[in-house]
């Protein structure tokens, strides 16, 4: 036996996907094994090494992105794929495209005609009964005829080797998303043997998937299709944005869309474009709050009315999840047989829906080797196994199903399928289940060849799922001829309107400008505060600084501030309103720069949590926040999203160098070291350096600092810019004037410098002028701040309420 | 007494609201469904401002439904639904029903084809999102649906039961309230009683729904006052073979008859909410809600008779 193979045990009450009952390993895993043996154990234990640092980078993350303790569970992922003959997988791939063909049947009938409960095939408490099953959609055909666009399948095997159904998911099925990135990143760890193997790719599965959705909407030149996801709250989110991405469709929540008579808009920055594609991660009854929970925050209104008159598609339609309870399984071979005039062909695991008397008693008498569920999700009951019972648990559970027996279901428990994991040095063997997705192309059904292999986290699990810290792996199908070739980029997407900026994406772009600049400000300003001496002239003129621009409360001192996490106006306040709006513009920022972005953040953390020196976290922070700037200049297409994030970020830098020298000469004259401590914070000690030779005067310094338009951080080039942008911006979005801020910036740039210096009366008075021009200046920022708010945000600005009388 | 008496009812509602709505969605369930013991002659919904959209539809429950649109920005919304309802007597519910338990065992699967009226009974027999099963309403109930009592007389009991235990109580419980919290504090107004009627029913596998309506404003000379009239009233129907639907108002612990006119019904008060809606912008808002039922057969000289 190989060495690699020396730790691995077969478990003899289990089928071992590996290995043949005789030790040997299965044809279809020899070129894999033999791969990994000549490789030797370092390099393996060097590509699984691979593997966890792409899923840190690529931010591969399940659960939540925006959590505020910043507690994002990254994905797990073991680097050895599970192998599927071609031979084994045709019959996974018939069985599963039959069963998405039925339960678009199924739905068909549940939301039409209801042969199905009419004639008793299936009980009406299932349907009726099940919190998905939504009323108001009976009736309404969506449009194509189309109910189910997306299906998987949950299979384990058996130890006669059979493949069984755990369960369906009908509604929104996570994973496909994972399973995309989970082949591009073993792809790029074990590239070679993915290559020799033929291993069928994954995304021509999703460029028909696209192509089906598009299929169906109405005539259009340039449909506009969406991904609709909860928010970056939900614990798939990453999927949601990667597979916004993958098929070429905007992200939008739900609060993008807006319903006008029957007809699905997107609130973009140049108003309302027409939707005609949805895509939908959401759940069933929170999509309309109009029409079914009134309480949903997350849907959009009138969604129901737009669906009734067919005006647009929508995957899957409102209602599917319907089918997701075990109660059905027991009835799909009759229901198969009913609807499609065939034989069910993979068999779902043994269950007993327990609203049938005689099924009922069944249950109670072989309760020890049965699991007792819930039939509707929404029960407050954690499935049981009958033989772990106490007698009085026992008796309360049987009481239970006497009760309300239509509430619940009893399932064999299935010894699932064991397959090796990569564990440090060698092969172990975990539990396995397969979850395997059909997808609704422009011809029908297929199933994409490959999925999200599941495995439980130790070695004697049988229940496995991603919430209880199992992990995943990437599934290979082995390819029969001359397909294989190993392209996962979708194909450039044909006649699809993708550049409309929902209006939410561009606030949250703007803002995310505006909070990187000033975080970066004021930890300048802080920095080159900590920098002075405490018993310098400067000092409580700085502190005072410090306290006006808020960085520091009012009643404590700048060396406290930079961790005060209870400070609303502070850095550490700041730096989380990054992240958010960062958070919610996601779609639009590579994925380095997004790193950036989670860099500074870490950067805090680790120095906050280990009581690190300030002065040297403030450097490093300083640097880092100095690369987002980079980010924002040469990263991004020079788009409206662009220009938004730049506006902020100079609206943002305008407003604190305005403030900053106005609070410094409406008092007593500067002093050379304030000065100093000024050029310091505006980044201008070195320009001024250069150009004057000297110790820093006012007039020379305003000169820079304001008048001068060819220092990036002036006054005056920032005003210049803000103008350009908007002008720029009102090109595609709408006008928008800005003779008042123009006008503003005009009066500070050309005051007469030479009169404010000085000790005398006058150059005092004529100090306080231009204090009050720097004012006015910052109040002009914030009123274009605002207009553009009203202009392009407004949409976004509303609250929405749910009212009943 | 009269076997059928006629109805003008006038239901206000108005919405005034804080901050301009720039747009909204709203859906009415305001006109009368056709029953055999009631019928409505004439029927007319003002509203102001107009709608930028509406649509007539009859629901999955077979109420009728309109749905409404609106665009442009306002400050106030009036609604106000004014109909002629002739109200008859209901079918006769006094012949003796099965027991409570042969009743509930008609509807559980067979494999066999429930038929029609079994099948719609089904609908009601489940969860809905408003009326949670719990064990404490099958509890609740234990003493009025004792074995092989007659269904239609465990009803009336469980009816009874709620009617003297529960103290009507304005203002304490909304929509938001759970149920089991009405049931521990026994307090609440006539969707509370029905939707607590309701959860005992189906906690123990019978059919029950909820029927939205009005109630007769003035008391018969020799009756007393009835509660609920003052705004939209509810009450509970409970399927009850072979009878079929019979209904019940544990508010007042009568039978719904010629003082009850309905408008709708549905599993819950969610189905068929006279109003709902969802609005953007607004701020906050104030609601006035307004019933007047005039009795047209007794009152030659039009005498109104208001509650507000």
């Given at each position: 036996?190989?060495?690699?193979?020396?730790?691995y045990?077969?478990?003899?009450?289990?089928?071992?996907?590996?290995?043949?009952?005789?030790?040997?390993?299965?044809?279809?895993?020899?070129?894999?094994?033999?791969?990994?043996?000549?490789?030797g154990p370092?390099?393996?234990?060097?590509?699984?090494d691979?593997?966890?640092?792409?899923?840190?980078?690529?931010g591969?993350?399940?659960?939540?992105y925006?959590d505020?303790?910043?507690?994002?569970?990254?994905?797990?992922l073991?680097?050895?794929?599970?192998?599927?003959?071609?031979?084994?997988?045709?019959?996974?791939?018939?069985?599963?495209i039959?069963?998405a063909?039925?339960?678009?049947?199924?739905?068909?009938?549940?939301?039409?005609?209801?042969?199905?409960?009419?004639?008793?095939t299936?009980?009406?408490?299932?349907?009726?009964?099940?919190?998905?099953?939504l009323?108001p959609?009976?009736?309404?055909?969506?449009?194509?005829?189309?109910?189910?666009y997306?299906?998987a399948?949950?299979?384990?095997?058996?130890?006669?080797?059979?493949?069984?159904v755990?369960?369906?998911?009908?509604?929104?099925?996570?994973g496909?998303?994972?399973?995309?990135?989970?082949r591009?990143?073993?792809?790029?760890?074990?590239?070679?043997?993915?290559d020799?193997?033929n291993?069928?790719?994954?995304?021509g599965?999703?460029?028909?998937l696209?192509?089906?959705?598009?299929?169906?909407?109405?005539?259009?030149?340039?449909?506009?299709?969406?991904?609709?996801?909860?928010?970056?709250?939900?614990?798939?989110?990453?999927?949601?944005?990667?597979?916004?991405?993958?098929?070429?469709f905007?992200?939008?929540e739900?609060?993008?869309?807006t319903?006008?008579d029957?007809?699905?808009?997107?609130?973009?920055?140049?108003?309302?474009?027409?939707?005609?594609?949805?895509?939908?991660?959401?759940?069933?009854?929170?999509?309309?709050?109009?029409?079914?929970?009134?309480?949903?925050a997350l849907?959009?209104?009138?969604?129901l009315?737009?669906?009734?008159?067919?005006?647009?598609?929508?995957?899957?339609?409102?209602?599917s999840?319907?089918?997701?309870?075990?109660?059905?399984?027991?009835?799909?071979?009759?229901?198969?047989?009913?609807?499609?005039?065939?034989?069910l062909?993979?068999?779902?695991?043994?269950?007993?829906?327990?609203?049938?008397?005689p099924?009922?008693?069944?249950?109670?008498?072989?309760?020890?080797?049965?699991?007792?569920?819930?039939?509707?999700?929404?029960?407050?009951?954690?499935?049981?196994?009958?033989?772990?019972?106490?007698?009085d648990a026992r008796?309360r559970?049987?009481?239970?199903?006497?009760?309300?027996?239509?509430?619940?279901?009893?399932?064999?428990?299935l010894?699932?399928?064991?397959t090796?994991?990569?564990?440090?040095?060698?092969l172990?063997?975990?539990a396995?289940?397969?979850?395997?997705?059909?997808?609704?192309g422009p011809?029908?059904?297929?199933?994409?060849?490959?999925?999200?292999a599941?495995?439980?986290?130790d070695?004697?699990?049988?229940?496995?799922?991603?919430?209880?810290?199992?992990?995943?792996?990437?599934?290979?199908?082995?390819?029969?001829?001359?397909?294989?070739?190993?392209?996962?980029?979708i194909?450039?997407?044909s006649?699809?309107?993708n550049?409309?900026?929902?209006?939410?994406?561009?606030?949250?772009?703007?803002w995310?400008?505006?909070?990187?600049?000033?975080?970066?400000?004021?930890?300048?300003?802080?920095?080159?505060?900590?920098?002075?001496e405490?018993?310098?002239?400067?000092?409580p003129?700085?502190?005072?600084?410090?306290?006006?621009?808020g960085?520091?409360p009012m009643?404590?001192?700048?060396?406290?501030?930079?961790?005060?996490?209870?400070?609303?106006?502070?850095?550490?306040?700041?730096?989380?309103?990054?992240?958010?709006?960062?958070?919610?513009?996601?779609?639009?920022?590579?994925?380095?720069?997004?790193?950036?972005?989670?860099?500074?953040?870490?950067?805090?953390?680790?120095?906050?949590s280990?009581?690190?020196?300030?002065r040297?976290t403030?450097d490093?922070?300083?640097?880092?926040?100095?690369?987002?700037s980079?980010?924002?200049?040469?990263?991004?297409?020079?788009?409206?999203?662009?220009?938004?994030m730049?506006?902020?970020?100079?609206?943002?830098?305008?407003?604190?160098?305005?403030m900053?020298?106005s609070?410094?000469?409406?008092?007593?004259?500067?002093t050379r070291?304030?000065?100093e401590?000024i050029?310091?914070?505006?980044s201008?000690t070195?320009?001024?350096?250069?150009?004057?030779?000297?110790?820093?005067?006012?007039?020379?310094?305003?000169q820079l600092?304001?008048?001068?338009?060819?220092?990036?951080?002036?006054?005056?080039f920032?005003?210049?810019?803000?103008?350009?942008?908007t002008q720029?911006?009102?090109?595609s979005?709408?006008?928008?004037?800005?003779?008042?801020?123009?006008?503003?910036?005009t009066?500070t740039?050309e005051?007469?410098?030479g009169a404010l210096?000085?000790l005398?009366?006058?150059?005092?008075?004529?100090?306080?002028?231009?204090?009050?021009?720097?004012?006015?200046?910052?109040d002009?920022?914030?009123?274009?701040?605002?207009?553009?708010?009203?202009?392009?945000?407004?949409?976004?600005?509303?609250?929405?309420?749910?009212?009943?009388? | 007494?009269?076997?059928?008496?006629?109805?003008?009812?006038?239901?206000?509602t108005l919405?005034?609201?804080?901050?301009?709505?720039?747009h909204?969605?709203?859906?009415?369930h305001?006109?009368?469904?056709?029953?055999a013991h009631?019928a409505c002659?004439?029927?007319?919904?003002?509203?102001?401002?107009?709608?930028?959209?509406s649509?007539?539809?009859i629901?999955?429950?077979?109420?009728?439904?309109?749905?409404?649109?609106f665009?442009r920005p306002?400050?106030e919304?009036?609604v106000t639904?004014?109909?002629?309802?002739?109200?008859?007597?209901?079918?006769?519910?006094?012949?003796?029903?099965?027991?409570?338990?042969?009743?509930?065992?008609?509807?559980?699967?067979?494999?066999?084809?429930p038929?029609?009226?079994?099948?719609?009974?089904?609908r009601?027999?489940?969860?809905?999102?408003?009326?949670?099963?719990?064990?404490?309403?099958t509890?609740?109930?234990?003493?009025?649906?004792?074995?092989g009592?007659?269904?239609?007389?465990?009803?009336?009991?469980?009816?009874?039961?709620?009617?003297?235990?529960?103290?009507?109580?304005?203002?304490?419980?909304?929509?938001?309230?759970?149920?089991?919290?009405?049931?521990?504090e026994?307090?609440?107004v006539?969707q509370?009683?029905?939707?607590l009627?309701?959860?005992?029913?189906?906690?123990?596998?019978?059919?029950?729904r909820?029927?939205?309506g009005?109630?007769?404003t003035?008391?018969?000379?020799?009756?007393?006052?009835?509660?609920?009239?003052?705004?939209s009233?509810a009450?509970?129907?409970?399927?009850?073979?072979?009878?079929?639907?019979?209904e019940?108002?544990?508010?007042?612990?009568?039978r719904?008859?010629?003082?009850h006119?309905?408008?709708?019904?549905?599993?819950?008060?969610?189905?068929?909410?006279?109003?709902?809606?969802?609005?953007?912008?607004g701020?906050?808002?104030?609601?006035?809600?307004?019933?007047h039922?005039q009795n047209?057969?007794s009152?030659?000289?039009?005498r109104?008779?208001?509650?507000?």
């Amino acid at each position: 036996m190989s060495a690699s193979l020396q730790t691995y045990t077969p478990d003899l009450q289990r089928y071992d996907e590996l290995l043949s009952p005789d030790g040997s390993i299965r044809p279809h895993w020899r070129a894999l094994v033999e791969r990994l043996e000549q490789a030797g154990p370092d390099a393996v234990r060097r590509s699984a090494d691979l593997a966890r640092r792409l899923i840190v980078e690529n931010g591969v993350t399940y659960n939540v992105y925006a959590d505020p303790q910043g507690r994002d569970r990254l994905w797990t992922l073991d680097m050895l794929p599970v192998i599927m003959s071609a031979e084994e997988w045709q019959s996974i791939e018939r069985g599963v495209i039959q069963r998405a063909r039925l339960f678009d049947s199924v739905l068909a009938d549940l939301y039409g005609p209801q042969r199905l409960l009419q004639e008793g095939t299936v009980p009406a408490e299932i349907a009726f009964g099940h919190p998905n099953y939504l009323w108001p959609c009976h009736g309404a055909v969506p449009r194509g005829g189309r109910w189910l666009y997306m299906y998987a399948a949950d299979l384990a095997r058996s130890p006669d080797g059979r493949w069984w159904v755990l369960s369906d998911r009908t509604q929104t099925p996570s994973g496909p998303g994972y399973a995309l990135e989970n082949r591009r990143i073993v792809s790029r760890v074990l590239s070679d043997t993915l290559d020799d193997l033929n291993v069928r790719p994954l995304s021509g599965a999703f460029a028909s998937l696209r192509d089906g959705l598009l299929a169906n909407v109405e005539d259009s030149e340039m449909p506009l299709a969406v991904v609709l996801t909860p928010g970056p709250f939900n614990e798939t989110y990453f999927e949601h944005a990667y597979l916004a991405r993958q098929l070429g469709f905007s992200l939008v929540e739900g609060s993008d869309l807006t319903v006008r008579d029957d007809t699905l808009y997107l609130k973009t920055l140049s108003g309302l474009k027409r939707v005609h594609a949805v895509l939908r991660r959401l759940d069933d009854d929170f999509c309309d709050p109009a029409e079914l929970r009134a309480d949903s925050a997350l849907g959009v209104p009138g969604l129901l009315k737009v669906v009734r008159a067919g005006r647009v598609v929508l995957g899957n339609a409102l209602g599917s999840g319907v089918i997701e309870s075990a109660a059905w399984l027991g009835f799909l071979p009759s229901i198969c047989e009913w609807l499609l005039g065939e034989p069910l062909q993979l068999p779902s695991v043994a269950t007993w829906w327990c609203g049938e008397r005689p099924a009922l008693e069944e249950v109670l008498e072989g309760l020890d080797r049965l699991v007792i569920k819930p039939t509707f999700p929404n029960q407050r009951f954690e499935a049981v196994f009958g033989r772990d019972l106490t007698r009085d648990a026992r008796a309360r559970l049987i009481r239970r199903l006497r009760a309300r027996p239509y509430a619940y279901v009893a399932q064999e428990r299935l010894a699932l399928s064991q397959t090796p994991v990569w564990r440090g040095t060698g092969l172990t063997g975990r539990a396995l289940s397969l979850r395997v997705y059909a997808i609704a192309g422009p011809d029908g059904y297929q199933v994409i060849p490959g999925g999200m292999a599941r495995i439980a986290s130790d070695v004697y699990a049988d229940v496995v799922s991603t919430q209880r810290g199992g992990g995943s792996k990437d599934v290979w199908v082995l390819g029969q001829g001359e397909e294989g070739s190993q392209i996962t980029e979708i194909a450039p997407r044909s006649r699809l309107r993708n550049e409309s900026l929902p209006s939410r994406v561009g606030e949250n772009l703007y803002w995310l400008g505006r909070y990187a600049t000033r975080c970066e400000d004021k930890i300048r300003l802080l920095r080159g505060t900590l920098a002075l001496e405490r018993r310098s002239e400067v000092w409580p003129r700085a502190v005072d600084t410090c306290r006006h621009l808020g960085v520091t409360p009012m009643d404590s001192d700048p060396a406290a501030s930079l961790f005060d996490t209870q400070h609303q106006l502070g850095i550490a306040a700041d730096l989380q309103r990054l992240q958010w709006s960062a958070t919610q513009a996601r779609g639009r920022l590579s994925a380095e720069h997004w790193r950036a972005i989670g860099v500074v953040q870490r950067q805090y953390h680790d120095a906050s949590s280990s009581s690190s020196d300030v002065r040297e976290t403030l450097d490093r922070l300083t640097l880092s926040c100095a690369a987002l700037s980079g980010f924002a200049h040469d990263d991004m297409t020079q788009d409206d999203a662009w220009r938004l994030m730049m506006l902020g970020r100079r609206v943002e830098r305008i407003s604190f160098l305005a403030m900053l020298l106005s609070r410094r000469l409406s008092e007593a004259a500067p002093t050379r070291g304030e000065l100093e401590w000024i050029l310091d914070i505006a980044s201008g000690t070195i320009a001024y350096r250069t150009r004057y030779f000297d110790r820093p005067r006012l007039a020379p310094l305003l000169q820079l600092l304001v008048r001068d338009a060819k220092n990036p951080r002036s006054l005056a080039f920032l005003g210049l810019e803000i103008c350009a942008i908007t002008q720029q911006l009102s090109e595609s979005a709408g006008e928008l004037a800005v003779d008042f801020f123009q006008q503003a910036v005009t009066e500070t740039v050309e005051a007469d410098y030479g009169a404010l210096e000085g000790l005398g009366y006058s150059a005092e008075l004529a100090r306080q002028g231009f204090a009050r021009a720097l004012n006015r200046m910052v109040d002009a920022a914030s009123l274009l701040s605002d207009r553009l708010s009203m202009r392009h945000f407004s949409h976004t600005e509303l609250d929405r309420h749910a009212v009943t009388a | 007494m009269s076997a059928a008496v006629t109805y003008r009812v006038k239901h206000e509602t108005l919405y005034k609201y804080s901050a301009e709505v720039v747009h909204a969605h709203h859906l009415l369930h305001l006109v009368p469904r056709a029953m055999a013991h009631q019928a409505c002659s004439e029927q007319s919904i003002q509203i102001t401002p107009e709608p930028s959209g509406s649509l007539d539809a009859i629901d999955a429950f077979g109420n009728p439904l309109r749905r409404l649109e609106f665009s442009r920005p306002h400050q106030e919304l009036s609604v106000t639904s004014e109909m002629k309802v002739e109200v008859r007597e209901r079918r006769a519910t006094d012949a003796p029903t099965e027991s409570w338990e042969r009743a509930r065992n008609r509807l559980l699967y067979t494999a066999r084809p429930p038929g029609n009226e079994q099948l719609d009974a089904i609908r009601y027999r489940v969860e809905s999102p408003y009326v949670r099963i719990k064990q404490a309403f099958t509890e609740y109930g234990a003493d009025c649906f004792v074995t092989g009592r007659p269904l239609l007389a465990a009803a009336d009991a469980l009816m009874m039961k709620l009617y003297r235990e529960m103290k009507y109580t304005p203002g304490v419980t909304d929509i938001s309230t759970p149920l089991l919290q009405v049931l521990e504090e026994k307090r609440g107004v006539c969707q509370d009683y029905a939707h607590l009627m309701i959860a005992c029913l189906r906690a123990r596998g019978l059919a029950a729904r909820y029927v939205s309506g009005y109630l007769r404003t003035n008391p018969r000379p020799g009756e007393s006052q009835l509660v609920g009239a003052d705004a939209s009233h509810a009450w509970v129907a409970a399927f009850c073979p072979p009878l079929g639907w019979v209904e019940f108002d544990p508010t007042n612990g009568v039978r719904a008859g010629l003082d009850h006119i309905a408008i709708a019904w549905g599993r819950d008060f969610g189905d068929v909410s006279p109003l709902r809606g969802v609005i953007l912008g607004g701020g906050s808002h104030t609601l006035a809600v307004r019933v007047h039922v005039q009795n047209m057969t007794s009152s030659a000289a039009g005498r109104t008779e208001s509650a507000d």
